[in-house]
C-alpha cells in the first residue's frame, strides 16, 4: 500500500460514513435508539461504535494507547457523534498527508483495551480501520432495514464511480 492508496480508502471511508449518518439523521427521532438486533442494541450504538474505533486507530498511530473509549461515545446525539467524526477525520487526513510511501512499512506498537500490546505495520492497521468501519456500516445497512428503511448504498465501486 502506498500513501495515496491510503488516503482513497479513507476518503471512501468519510464518503460511506457520511451516508450512513446522513440515512439515520433522516429517520423519525425515535428510530436511531429503538433496540435492533446487530453487534451493538441501536442504530446510533452502532455508528457510535464505528466513530470511537476510528478514534482508537488514530490514537495509536498517534502511539498513544487509550484504555477505554471516549466519554463523548456515551452522548445521546447523533449529531455531536457525527461532529466528534469530522475532527477524527480532519485530524486522519492531516496525519496521511505527512506520510511517505515508507511510513506505511512501519512497525507500530500499540496496547489493547484488554492490555495485550502488539506491534503492526501502519500499512496493515490503515485497512484494519477502513476494513472495521465497512463491517460495521452493513450492519446499519441491517439495522435500517429492520426498522423499515432503504439503506444507502456503501460499496467502494460506487464511490468511484461517483468520484469520476
Same mark, same amino acid.
Given at each position: 500500500?502506498?500513501?495515496?492508496?491510503?488516503?482513497?480508502?479513507?476518503?471512501?471511508?468519510?464518503?460511506?460514513?457520511?451516508?450512513?449518518?446522513?440515512?439515520?439523521?433522516?429517520? !423519525?427521532? =425515535?428510530? $436511531?435508539?429503538?433496540?435492533?438486533?446487530?453487534?451493538?442494541?441501536?442504530? *446510533? &450504538?452502532? #455508528? @457510535?461504535?464505528?466513530?470511537?474505533?476510528?478514534?482508537?486507530?488514530?490514537?495509536?498511530?498517534?502511539?498513544?494507547? !487509550?484504555? =477505554?473509549? $471516549?466519554?463523548?461515545?456515551?452522548?445521546?446525539?447523533?449529531?455531536?457523534? *457525527? &461532529?466528534? #467524526? @469530522?475532527?477524527?477525520?480532519?485530524?486522519?487526513?492531516?496525519?496521511?498527508?505527512?506520510?511517505?510511501?515508507?511510513?506505511?512499512?512501519?512497525?507500530?506498537?500499540?496496547?489493547?483495551?484488554?492490555?495485550?500490546?502488539?506491534?503492526?505495520?501502519?500499512?496493515?492497521?490503515?485497512?484494519?480501520?477502513?476494513?472495521?468501519?465497512?463491517?460495521?456500516?452493513?450492519?446499519?445497512?441491517?439495522?435500517?432495514?429492520?426498522?423499515?428503511?432503504?439503506?444507502?448504498?456503501?460499496?467502494?465501486?460506487?464511490?468511484?464511480?461517483?468520484?469520476?
Amino acid at each position: 500500500m502506498n500513501r495515496e492508496e491510503a488516503r482513497t480508502l479513507f476518503v471512501y471511508d468519510a464518503w460511506a460514513n457520511a451516508l450512513m449518518f446522513e440515512a439515520v439523521a433522516a429517520l !423519525p427521532p =425515535e428510530q $436511531p435508539t429503538r433496540p435492533v438486533a446487530g453487534s451493538f442494541p441501536s442504530l *446510533r &450504538a452502532t #455508528l @457510535a461504535h464505528i466513530v470511537g474505533a476510528e478514534w482508537i486507530w488514530m490514537r495509536h498511530w498517534l502511539g498513544e494507547s !487509550p484504555t =477505554e473509549v $471516549p466519554g463523548w461515545l456515551r452522548t445521546p446525539a447523533l449529531a455531536d457523534i *457525527r &461532529a466528534r #467524526l @469530522a475532527v477524527v477525520e480532519h485530524e486522519r487526513d492531516t496525519f496521511l498527508a505527512k506520510l511517505s510511501d515508507a511510513d506505511l512499512a512501519r512497525p507500530i506498537t500499540y496496547r489493547l483495551f484488554s492490555g495485550d500490546t502488539r506491534t503492526d505495520p501502519l500499512a496493515d492497521l490503515v485497512t484494519q480501520a477502513v476494513n472495521h468501519a465497512t463491517y460495521h456500516r452493513g450492519q446499519v445497512a441491517n439495522q435500517l432495514r429492520e426498522l423499515g428503511h432503504k439503506p444507502p448504498s456503501t460499496d467502494f465501486i460506487l464511490y468511484r464511480w461517483q468520484a469520476k
